[in-house]
């Protein structure tokens, strides 16, 4: 999953940007409001934390900016703002969810992971495809009952495929969600990790549940 | 505690009291006077009637009341009266009297007499006359009597005589009189106490309706205007301006404190978030020791700004608290601005920003306050690096007029709020954002500044000479 963090407060960002890559999250940040727009429009993000008080644009023009070119990316916004005005203006101008500053690092995930749940329309906290199951929270996977060890990027990769089981996802979606340089896209990069992926997921006779759809991408789902 | 009302009523209804007290008695003691005098003056007509009826006729006294002659006859008849006889010691009784006997009485050397009597068994209370009366001596009997040698000499046959007069009807008068007025003058007191306080009421209620309206305000909204009671005495009117003024200034500085703490509570929420993230980032996982290092770094960082912010909100606290009052020594304003835009000549450069500063002619001395003026100045100058847009140009002027010393800077500014005096609340920013330097612009410089100008007796303003511009002021009297 991909974040973006505009975040003007260097430190503050910083170990936000490290936090939520330790958690798995692909993170690009930025402490400029134009910047931060830039990337936003110009990027496929899952989720945006955004703060409000900027230098060039500020976080709530940001938030209209984005609203009006309908891109539908999920914005939590982050502010030192702890007003209910101010919580309303952000939430009637597009933001999907507000935290005020200071907060636990532990509330911004579980509240991202909800924002995710959202977005890909996913109502249990676990995801369970046939014998597969993946938790987001302890980003852990168990097939069959036995857990798989699977690296950081595998991971990634299997819960972008996860949120969006049944679905075909193209390489392109692959590239821009799973990998930290999001400039590639001809690469043979996603089909190299779905094998790596079969091979740790398919031990044994266990049915292989991520399949190639030649031309499209890759769906996962059980047979 | 004092009430206007109780006072009011206590004293109106002394006041009525005591008039109408007054009156009723005057009325009264009139109304008795005139009933005795009249009284009294029947008693002596009937009293001087009856002495003319006695004469001395064929050697002896007769009463012509006793022959049925004379006129009056019918006042002989009703009225109460004895005579003595003093010589003979005889006396004669009206037939209205029967057998009863009246005091015996005369004024001093048998002069008319007036006094209450009262007769046993027959009048209680009664009014009489008494004196000493002759009988009339008829010429043709004295005529007589000198023919035969004797002298006759009314004063030789001295007579008491006591007329009275049943006084029962002018008392009962009197005390019909008494008690209507007593009864008048309590109900006229109770409506004139009645009216009083209906009075009092009315003209208290426009101050019940503003103590109404003011504890309505306390408690509710301080910063909402009081509304008048529709016809407010002219009496009030001035106080319940003061009020409002009072209140409305009181509104002023809880909308100022609230907006400070406010800001403040903002300004401290952002690093406070940065010390918890990076600690719980730190503690998220084991790590080498080289990185807890750099996130106790980092957390040392933004304690160090945290506590520069609090010094600077500290600081704040402080403004207009007296307790660091501006020492005026001359002062060479040209000078000190010379060495600070020494100082501040790179910031400007790196900025990309043209000075131009126009300096007197003379060298102007004036008395300040070395420290508040350099204060002042420092921020005039940092905040023209600050806000300035890069290749654009700063005018300085330091110029005497009209009796004061004025430093002027200008420079083009975007982002200016609609009222310039919002740039002196503290905490206010022009940028809505937060620089990475918590020294720095905290939007308090220029509360700062503008309290240190009048710490010195001068003052810090700013106007808009264009749109787009903002020129800063700094005014100090000509010593």
């Not at chain 1, 008080?53 to 023009?61: K, N, S, T, V």
């Not at chain 1, 900016?65 to 309908?70: A, N, S, T």
């Not at chain 2, 007029?401 to 206010?428: H, I, K, Q, Y």
Request: charged residues 25%.
């Amino acid at each position: 999953m991909r974040l973006l963090i505009i975040e003007d407060h260097v430190i503050l960002r910083d170990s936000l940007v490290q936090f939520f890559r330790e958690a798995s999250f692909i993170v690009d940040s930025t402490g400029a409001g134009d910047e931060g727009l830039w990337y936003a429009t110009e990027h496929p993000y899952d989720v945006v934390l955004l703060d409000l008080m900027l230098p060039g644009i500020d976080g709530m023009e940001i938030l209209r900016r984005l609203r009006k070119k309908q891109i539908a990316v999920f914005i939590l916004v982050i502010s030192a703002r702890d007003g209910l005005e101010d919580r309303l203006e952000a939430l009637n101008s597009g933001a999907d969810d507000y935290l005020v500053k200071p907060f636990p690092m532990a509330e911004a995930l579980a509240r991202i992971h909800a924002l995710l749940r959202r977005k890909y329309a996913k109502k249990d906290t676990l995801i369970r495809i046939g014998d597969l199951t993946l938790d987001p929270l302890k980003r852990s996977v168990h097939r069959a009952g036995q857990a798989v060890e699977l690296t950081a990027q595998e991971y990634r990769l299997l819960e972008y495929l996860a949120f969006r089981t049944g679905e075909v996802v193209s390489r392109t979606d692959i590239w821009e969600h799973v990998f930290a340089d999001s400039t590639g896209g001809n690469s043979n990069v996603a089909d190299v990790y779905v094998g790596y992926l079969r091979k740790k997921l398919n031990t044994g006779d266990l049915p292989n549940l991520i399949h190639t759809r030649r031309g499209l991408g890759f769906v996962l789902e059980s047979a | 505690m004092p009430s206007i009302r109780r006072t009011l009523l206590i004293r109106c209804g002394i006041g009525i009291g005591l008039l109408l007290s007054t009156l009723s008695l005057s009325v009264y003691v009139m109304v008795r006077h005139g009933l005795y005098e009249e009284m009294d003056q029947s008693i002596v007509e009937t009293a001087s009637i009856l002495a003319n009826q006695m004469e001395y006729e064929d050697g002896g006294i007769i009463f012509e009341w006793e022959e049925g002659l004379g006129t009056n006859s019918d006042i002989s008849d009703q009225a109460l009266f004895q005579y003595w006889n003093e010589k003979s010691g005889l006396t004669t009784r009206s037939p209205a009297l029967g057998g009863d006997d009246l005091p015996r009485f005369s004024g001093p050397d048998g002069s008319p007499g007036l006094e209450n009597i009262s007769v046993q068994g027959r009048f209680e209370h009664a009014r009489a006359i008494g004196l000493v009366i002759y009988p009339y001596l008829l010429p043709e009997e004295n005529l007589a009597m000198k023919r035969e040698g004797k002298t006759l000499d009314p004063k030789d046959y001295p007579h008491i005589l006591v007329v009275a007069r049943d006084l029962t009807p002018v008392l009962r008068t009197l005390a019909y009189l008494a008690a209507i007025l007593s009864i008048g003058t309590v109900l006229t007191f109770i409506a004139g106490f009645v009216i009083i306080h209906r009075a009092i009421r009315s003209s208290l209620r426009p101050i019940d309706e503003l103590t109404a309206q003011v504890r309505n305000r306390s408690e509710n909204q301080l910063d909402s205007a009081i509304v008048l009671p529709g016809a407010l005495p002219s009496e009030l009117a001035p106080l319940a301006e003061s009020f409002d003024s009072l209140l409305s200034r009181v509104a002023a500085i809880r909308s100022r404190e609230r907006d400070f703490i406010r800001h403040a509570s903002h300004e401290l929420r952002t690093p406070i978030a940065s010390l918890a993230a990076t600690t719980e980032l730190a503690l998220s996982k084991d790590r080498e020791a080289a990185e807890y290092k750099r996130h106790l770094e980092a957390c040392a960082k933004t304690s160090s700004d945290l506590a520069a912010l609090v010094q600077r909100l500290s600081a704040l606290s402080r403004i207009g608290s007296k307790s660091e009052p501006a020492h005026l020594v001359p002062l060479d304003l040209a000078e000190i601005l010379r060495s600070s835009l020494e100082n501040f000549s790179r910031r400007f450069d790196a900025c990309d920003l043209s000075i131009i500063v126009g300096f007197p002619e003379s060298s102007i001395t004036t008395l300040a306050d070395p420290v508040f003026t350099a204060l002042v100045i420092n921020n005039l100058l940092d905040n023209a690096a600050s806000y300035s847009p890069p290749g654009s140009t700063v005018s300085i002027r330091l110029h005497r007029s009209d009796g004061r010393d004025l430093l002027s800077v200008s420079n083009a500014a975007t982002d200016l709020p609609g009222d310039l005096d919002r740039l002196f609340e503290p905490l206010f920013r022009r940028d809505t954002s937060r620089t990475e330097n918590a020294d720095s612009h905290l939007g308090i410089g220029l509360t700062l500044s503008q309290e240190a100008a009048q710490a010195m007796h001068g003052n810090l303003t700013a106007t808009r000479p264009a749109e787009g511009m903002i020129r800063f002021t700094f005014s100090l009297p000509c010593p």
